[in-house]
């Protein structure tokens, strides 16, 4: 769910091949549970899979596109980033700014 303070979401999209799938989504939830839940400025992130098990994204929302960059000078987030890229037959980043945020009548958040 969208976080209503949310400014700045990033979409990361790795191609990678079936035998790196598994290592590389358990490295992923890790990076995103233990490093960059910690970074200032983040809010909420997910680890999104294919069934085919050949694609991975991380969605990212941050307060800013500036602490999102930021968040790559942390060695730990950059180095585990960077393998990803080394692993994957294709890679996209694409980010976004969240023009309207709309809930069903009655939710809770």
Do not use: C
Not at 7 to 16: D, L, M, P
Not at 89 to 99: A, D, G, H, I, S
Request: hydrophobic share 45%; proline share 3%.
């Amino acid at each position: 769910m969208i976080d209503v303070k949310t400014r700045f979401i990033a979409v990361s999209t790795y191609h990678v091949a079936e035998e790196n799938f598994a290592k590389l989504t358990e490295a992923a939830a890790r990076l995103m549970e233990e490093e960059v839940s910690q970074v200032e400025g983040f809010f909420e992130g997910a680890v999104i899979t294919d069934e085919a098990k050949t694609r991975m994204l991380l969605v990212t929302q941050w307060s800013s596109k500036h602490d999102w960059a930021q968040a790559f000078w942390e060695p730990r987030i950059g180095d585990v980033v960077a393998g990803f890229v080394e692993h994957a037959t294709k890679y996209e980043v694409q980010t976004f700014e969240p023009l309207t945020i709309v809930r069903k009548p009655g939710s809770n958040k």
